[in-house]
């Protein structure tokens, strides 16, 4: 399954706001998984002196991770197809 990366702007944000942010990624996309909308929230890196964060997500396309993360409410500025290196 491809996997895209959603890039967030999100200056002034707390790590106790970043932290829920997260928690309601991982949520939302375990929800739409149990709706039979598969998606998979795979994780985060933040730059704290930018206040930019990206995060990955598995899912069919992009508009299956704009659906997730409009429904969590988490801003972001652009969603882009990517390739997860991280070694095996």
């Not at 375990?30 to 039979?36: C, E, I, K, L, W």
């Not at 998606?39 to 069919?60: D, Q």
């Not at 508009?63 to 409410?73: G, I, L, T």
């Amino acid at each position: 399954m491809p996997v895209y990366m959603v890039d967030r702007d999100l200056p002034g944000i707390s790590m106790e706001e970043l932290g829920a942010a997260q928690r309601a990624a991982i949520d939302t996309s375990r929800a739409f998984s149990a709706a039979g909308k598969p998606v998979r929230y795979i994780r985060s890196t933040f730059v704290p002196g930018e206040a930019h964060c990206m995060c990955l997500f598995e899912a069919p396309d992009a508009d299956r991770v704009k659906q997730v993360n409009e429904q969590a409410q988490i801003p972001f500025t652009r969603i882009s197809e990517a390739y997860d290196l991280t070694p095996a």
